[in-house]
């Protein structure tokens, strides 16, 4: 198994603002993906983070939102720009440390009022 | 495209009771199907998965899930549900056997426990 774990646990932010997001994983892993969980609902994958590429975003996310930096193997940010009550949720990031299995993070708790 | 269905939104269950969800898949090829918790404060953890073989697998806290394919389904399974055991589940589904993959996630079913 694996550990991971997110700065902040949770946060409270203003509108307008930008809260980045930090992810360490305790094993070197190739790819680490952000997931967004709102209110009440599923897993949404935001993006793939590949370790000196761009991050690969799915339909609905946009680098200028949601930037994520991949500088090493253990470590991503993800960056919630200009932020809105919208952005309220959970995100998560994820690792896969084994052909077979993805590790999840504890969370960020993102509310913005 | 791949998707992934959980049609109760919400299950009660008395303790000790037995448990099923349900999960129906939409892929056009094998597919390889999880089973996730979302306990406060544990976070997300993985129950079991399925990538081939025995379509019986078994999971972590006594759960069990069976693959049909014939069904499109891979209902999960306790015999006998535990207090500890109330949180949300959410079924999954990847395209690929590979860290890469990216994971597509069910809406969720969450288990409340009647004591």
């Known amino acids: 198994s694996a550990v991971i774990s997110q700065k902040p646990s949770r946060d409270i932010c203003q509108r307008g603002t930008s809260l980045t997001i930090q992810c360490q994983v305790d094993?070197?892993?190739?790819?680490m993906f952000w997931y967004r969980q709102q209110p009440g609902q599923s897993l949404t994958l935001i993006a793939t983070?590949?370790?000196?590429?761009?991050?690969?975003?799915e339909s609905g996310f946009v680098i200028d939102k949601f930037p994520i930096s991949r500088p090493n193997l253990t470590f991503s940010t993800l960056t919630v720009s200009n932020m809105s009550p919208e952005d309220s949720s959970i995100y998560l990031c994820?690792?896969?440390?084994?052909?077979?299995?993805?590790?999840f993070g504890p969370g960020t708790r993102l509310t913005v009022t | 495209a791949q998707s992934v269905t959980q049609p109760d939104i919400h299950i009660t269950v008395s303790e000790g009771a037995s448990l099923e969800l349900r999960c129906n898949y939409s892929y056009g090829a094998t597919p390889y199907l999880f089973w996730y918790v979302q306990s406060p404060g544990q976070g997300f953890q993985l129950l079991l998965k399925?990538?081939?073989?025995?379509?019986l697998v078994q999971g972590i806290k006594g759960f069990e899930a069976e693959f049909k394919r014939s069904q499109s389904s891979f209902n999960l399974r306790k015999p006998s549900v535990h207090w500890s055991d109330a949180a949300e589940y959410f079924c999954a589904v990847a395209p690929g056997y590979s860290s890469a993959s990216k994971i597509i996630f069910g809406s969720g079913t969450r288990l409340s426990i009647r004591p």
């Open positions: 399925y990538f081939s073989g025995d379509t």
């Open positions: 994820s690792a896969g440390l084994a052909p077979d299995e993805q590790y």
């Open positions: 094993s070197q892993v190739t790819m």
């Open positions: 983070a590949n370790q000196g590429s761009e991050a690969t975003y």
